[in-house]
């Protein structure tokens, strides 16, 4: 989803390991079942006795169990949700300054234990260490920007006629519900708790049940920074939990990043009860290469837009039009990159290409590659199941990055979001043609062009129907920014100061400074 920083490698700063660091409470433990909820400050095991719901939470690439935990049920919300309203009545009554000193101290503590934190998210998740370090470092990046925000936050003052007057007060909502993805978990979290605790508010936060370790982490290194008890807590759980937690009366804010159809239902929860919410959902965004642009850095954009964390980013630009003239030549750079990525263990920080995030994943992307070669595509390099030659990697799921040239626009795998490292490159002649084919999709999440011709980009730009675009780079969008979509991609914006209007609310005060005018 996300990159924010100038590259060295994949397009992000390299951060090196810092040496030996501190085990956070056990998180990464095989005791079953696990305490994985965190509320009221310290872990506890959810009640839910339906086995039917247990997770099994497995590292992606070994394919081995890490542990089980139960799954939330409405006691579980109950509970983390009554924690949160006690913790808001103290935390909301906080001075900005004072909540900022706070977050500076969570932040203290992750930089400190950041080679920690990044290896056990690739144990969650799959990614190459080298972007975890990165997507740790951003989360951090994020919470010291909104702790900064913090002290700024407030009304106007409006001076009116006969010396009466006028002022707003931003205020907080109240107790917040957060709901991750698993293609960032960490980052995810952050990029919720940080400006809604920076407003004043209390977060229950539910991570992905297929990454459901490191939010437990941030929820404990904020207790020791001191935030009070209550003010971040975590229940795990899958579709039935997050069905519970967005319909609760007493949350007053639904922010979730994930599909589409599950955006929708947590919309219609939040309805019942008038909720706030923030939806950032899934993209099937276009990249335009226009024959004018510099090839290499297209190429190089090319690849961002695609294959990092195996493909799985909502933003990724995974229609990749080409302006014939430079078809030849693009492809052949394209398909050279694509085929020098390593395969291989996570940990290492060689590795290009890690794991996919589950088996059944695996499969569902392999259908899109075998669907698309039936349809027409031609597989120009990988779309393979790959077993690295290190055994221990023989149980995860490896798939090879993809390209698929001779792509059309009526094929499934061009039109609907495949969620892995396949690139679908179509040719166009005109701007005009092209625009008008990049904008036809449910989607509208994100966007790029690549071209010399200054007027011509932003030309490009304004006509995109997209939230988040990128002029000559891809998947880069600094945390000073705003990002979310158009369309079905989802409602509202994380980062940059807009997002301070998603996590508050406007109280207008008119003070009278003369006589009642009454004529009763």
């Known amino acids: 989803m996300f990159l924010a920083r100038k590259l060295t490698k994949g397009c992000v700063r390299i951060i090196k390991p810092l040496g030996q660091t501190t085990r956070r409470a056990g998180t ?18 959810a009640t839910n006795n339906d086995k039917s719901q247990d997770i099994k939470v497995i590292e992606p690439a070994t394919g081995k169990l ?14 983390a949700v009554q924690s949160s309203q006690e913790a808001f009545q103290i935390w909301s009554q906080y001075s900005g300054s004072e909540r900022a000193k706070y977050l500076r101290k969570a932040i203290s503590i992750i930089r400190e234990n950041l080679e920690d934190i990044a290896r056990s998210e690739v144990k969650d998740n799959g990614k190459p260490i080298w972007e975890s370090r990165a997507d740790i470092e951003l989360a951090v990046d994020t919470m010291e920007y909104y702790a900064g925000i913090a002290p700024t936050i407030s009304g106007q003052h409006i001076q009116l006629p006969g010396g009466s007057f006028g002022y707003t007060r931003r205020e907080p909502l109240g107790v917040c519900a957060g709901i991750g993805a698993w293609n960032y978990p960490f980052q995810i979290a952050c990029w919720k708790a940080a400006p809604a605790l920076a407003c004043g508010n209390t977060m229950v936060y539910k991570p992905s049940p297929l990454t459901p370790l490191t939010a437990v982490i941030l929820a404990e290194i904020f207790v020791e920074s001191g935030l009070p008890t209550g003010v971040f807590n975590v229940v795990q759980g899958g579709a039935e939990t997050g069905t ?3 319909s609760h009366p007493d949350i007053e804010k639904v922010t979730f990043t994930g599909s ?23 993209g099937k965004s276009p990249l335009i290469i226009f ?35 430079i078809l030849r030549p693009f492809l052949e750079k394209v398909v050279e990159k694509t085929k020098s990525m390593k395969i291989g263990d996570p940990m290492k920080d060689d590795t290009t290409v890690g794991a996919t995030i589950s088996p ?23 779309g393979e199941r790959v077993i690295p030659s290190d055994s221990s990697l023989s149980g995860g799921t490896f798939i090879s990055p993809c390209v698929l040239g001779d792509c059309t626009d009526d094929m499934t795998v061009v039109k609907e979001e495949v969620f892995g490292p396949v690139m679908s490159v179509l040719s166009f002649d005109t701007e005009e043609e092209v625009l008008q084919r990049a904008n036809h999709s449910e989607f509208g999440l994100a966007g790029g062009v690549f071209t010399k011709d200054v007027q011509r980009a932003h030309r490009v730009i304004a006509g995109l129907e997209a939230g988040s675009c990128c002029i000559n780079n891809y998947n ?33 005060v008119y003070v009278e400074m003369g006589d009642v005018w009454c004529p009763y």
């Not at 890490?66 to 509970?79: G, M, R």
């Not at 589409?260 to 899934?282: D, F, R």
């Open 476 to 508: 880069v969008y600094p945390l000073e920014l705003p990002f979310g979509g158009y369309k079905q991609s989802g409602i509202g914006r994380e980062l940059g100061t807009g997002t301070i209007d998603h996590y508050t609310q406007l109280k207008t």
């Open 291 to 325: 024959g004018d642009c510099d090839l290499d850095n297209a190429v190089k954009g090319a690849m961002m837009a695609n294959f990092l964390s195996q493909g799985q980013v909502c933003s990724n630009g995974t229609r990749v039009f080409v302006e014939k003239s």
């Open 66 to 79: 890490i542990c089980t935990c139960p799954s939330s049920n409405q006691d579980d919300i109950n509970e």
């Open 244 to 246: 519970l937690l967005s």
């Open 260 to 282: 589409v159809p599950t955006g929708k239902q947590i919309m219609a929860n939040a309805s019942k009860t008038v909720k706030h919410v923030t939806l950032e959902l899934g």
């Open 360 to 382: 059944e994943h695996g499969t569902r992307v392999m259908a899109y590659i075998n669907g698309a070669k039936k349809e027409g595509a031609k597989v120009l390099c990988g």
């Open 28 to 45: 990464l433990t095989n005791e079953s079942p696990a305490s994985l909820n965190f509320v009221g400050g310290h872990r506890v095991l």
